[in-house]
């Protein structure tokens, strides 16, 4: 579902996961036309990472 919202709405992904600082300004940037390719790719690339922190988490959290 992220991942959808990452495609269609990147600056909302970005207060999904808990960083509204950038989610501001992803939505500076999809406000121009040639930036909404590079808010996508940005949204996608940071969703990515938030899963990637999680699964590390997880782990980590499971040593303990």
């Known amino acids: 579902m ?3 919202i ?3 709405l990147p600056w909302l992904t970005f207060f999904t ?3 509204p600082i950038a989610g501001v300004i992803c939505l500076v ?3 121009t ?3 909404w390719l590079p808010a996508t790719i ?3 690339y940071a969703l ?3 899963k990637t922190d999680q699964k ?3 782990a980590l959290g499971s040593r303990s």
């Open 2 to 4: 992220r991942l959808l």
């Open 6 to 8: 990452a495609l269609l």
């Open 17 to 19: 996961i808990g960083r």
């Open 29 to 31: 940037l999809q406000i």
């Open 33 to 35: 036309l040639i930036g």
């Open 42 to 44: 940005w949204a996608v």
């Open 48 to 50: 990515g990472q938030y």
């Open 56 to 58: 590390i988490e997880r």
